[in-house]
């Protein structure tokens, strides 16, 4: 019998995982290939092994899958808009569908953390936060909307503003100027790792359009391709960690008022496929 709901996973895969070891459990004797059977697929074909994999779920086999897990009405309408999110092919389809996944999602556990997911939804939310760090300002969100490169509309300034004071992640000073605190922000368990992946494609965007705006803020932006090693792949890998570290380090022990708001973005993105000792 599965121990957790589907609304508590953001990866359909793992769910998937989670019921066949459950099924196992309970029917005594149960394979991959049976569930491929089960789907309408001869056993010598482990359709589902492949699925668990990474190979993409087809609509045909999403309807079959879901009439095999023998899942609720709404909890059907919430594996397909997790399936979609996970096999979106633009940002706007994945923003969509999360909007859907959070308005379907049955947890209680999960809706109580709404509010800190919404933090991770938007680039600009950690934006406004840092840039209140840079100057004084109090409730101003046409000043704060056209101080952010791209800017964004007076009223999304506004709504930040609420957010970030809600959360505790910034407060009024004596001089009632909105500035951050020190407290940290970690995301929810349930969408963890698909919200760091769609905070990152805004973040990766700020880049492109900063590539296209012919007036642009003094910046650096420095891209390579290379052929390398397995050791060479590890050792870049070990470089990159080293320099983020480093990053963090001058941020922190940086004494001097903070006067820019800048995005730091490091990226080793293989263009060919990982070759398998034989």
């Known amino acids: 019998m599965m121990t957790h709901t589907l609304y508590e996973y953001s990866d359909f895969r793992a769910y998937l995982r989670d019921w066949f070891e459950a099924e196992k459990k309970r029917r005594g004797k149960f394979s991959k290939a049976d569930v491929s059977r089960l789907l309408g697929l001869p056993n010598t074909r482990n359709y589902f092994s492949d699925l668990l994999g990474g190979k993409e779920l087809s609509d045909t086999f999403l309807e079959r899958l879901i009439g095999l897990l023998a899942l609720a009405r709404d909890e059907a309408k919430y594996f397909r808009a997790l399936v979609g999110f996970q096999q979106a ?40 936060r840092a840039l209140l760090d840079t100057g004084n300002f109090s409730d101003e969100p046409d000043r704060i909307a056209k101080a952010l490169v791209p800017s964004i509309t007076p009223g999304q300034a506004r709504d930040s503003l609420a957010l970030l004071a809600q959360l505790g992640l910034i ?108």
């Open 89 to 128: 092919s633009t940002p706007e389809i994945r923003e969509t569908l999360l909007d859907q996944l959070v308005s379907l999602n049955r947890s209680p556990r999960v809706q109580l953390k709404d509010d800190r997911l919404e933090y991770f939804r938007l680039w600009w939310h950690g934006a406004i």
């Open 171 to 278: 407060q009024r000073n004596a001089n009632n100027f909105w500035k951050p605190t020190d407290q940290a922000v970690t995301s929810p368990e349930g969408l963890r790792d698909e919200l760091l992946i769609e905070l990152q494609l805004q973040q990766l965007d700020l880049v492109r359009k900063s590539l296209l705006k012919k007036k642009a803020p003094r910046r650096l932006i420095a891209t390579n391709v290379v052929s390398v090693s397995p050791d060479g792949f590890r050792h870049l890998l070990e470089r990159m960690e080293k320099a983020r570290s480093e990053m963090r380090s001058i941020v922190h022990k940086d004494t001097d008022p903070a006067e820019r708001v800048c995005q730091i973005v490091l990226a080793l993105v293989p263009l060919t496929e990982e070759k398998i000792a034989s």
